[in-house]
T-cell receptor, first 117, second 112 residues
């Protein structure tokens, strides 16, 4: 089944304890992205990756790192989590970044609910 | 992304068609209309998209007006599991970061 998976789905941690949220897709997608969703603020993009070894900042990258060593995986790393990173996180992927055609469909993972105490 | 306007909420009886409107009066010629939905705290789910022709897939139909200033998403036989927030998004190519920008959306409540 074509899907985007995230782990863990739920995580409670303490300030300063490094953590990694994994994201994997089995659709051979080039493009992957991380969003966070907060009440009243909607979905905000954290980082994105156009392809292996190509990553760039989204709108709210502070406090996060990513890597894209393989096409299928795009982990989100919080080196020193803080309470303001408590949020619902989504990973998304799409086949490719549109190059003049104007269309793409993004597939989202089930989400990771992170609480930082 | 071009601005879209959707009603805040709608109710629909189970088994009936749910018609969700979206206004996008500033849409430009190369921008597509996308619909996604998000069932409570789950990942957003792609539904359908179109440019100017009406589209249908196994989930829904998309009707786009001739002037492309508005569209309607139709769920032909709504079920309780269709209760969700529905987002209408207008996007072209080369959006910075290829990000999706979700507005407030329409809360659709399907009632038995």
């Amino acid at each position: 089944e074509a899907q985007v998976t995230q782990n863990p789905r739920y995580l409670i941690t303490v300030t300063g304890k490094k953590l990694t949220v994994t994201c994997s897709q089995n659709m051979n997608h080039e493009y992957m992205s991380w969003y966070r969703q907060d009440p009243g603020l909607g979905l905000r993009q954290i980082y994105y990756s156009m392809n292996v070894e190509v990553t760039d900042k989204g709108d709210v990258p502070e406090g996060y790192k990513v890597s894209r060593k393989e096409k299928r995986n795009f982990p989100l790393i919080l080196e020193s989590p803080s309470p303001n990173q408590t949020s619902l996180y989504f990973c998304a992927s799409s086949l490719s970044v549109p190059r003049g055609r104007g269309t793409d469909t993004q597939y989202f993972g089930p989400g990771t609910r992170l609480t930082v105490l | 992304d071009a601005k879209t306007t959707q009603p805040t909420s709608m109710d629909c009886a189970e088994g009936r068609a749910a018609n969700l409107p979206c206004n996008h009066s500033t849409i430009s010629g190369n921008e597509y209309v996308y619909w996604y939905r998000q069932i409570h705290s789950q990942g957003p789910q792609y539904i359908i998209h179109g440019l100017k022709n009406n589209e249908t897939n196994e989930m829904a139909s998309l009707i786009i007006t001739e002037d492309r200033k508005s569209s309607t998403l139709i769920l032909p036989h709504a079920t309780l599991r269709d209760t969700a927030v529905y987002y209408c998004i207008v996007r072209g190519y080369m959006e910075y970061g290829n990000k999706l920008v979700f507005g407030a959306g329409t809360i659709l409540r399907v009632k038995s």
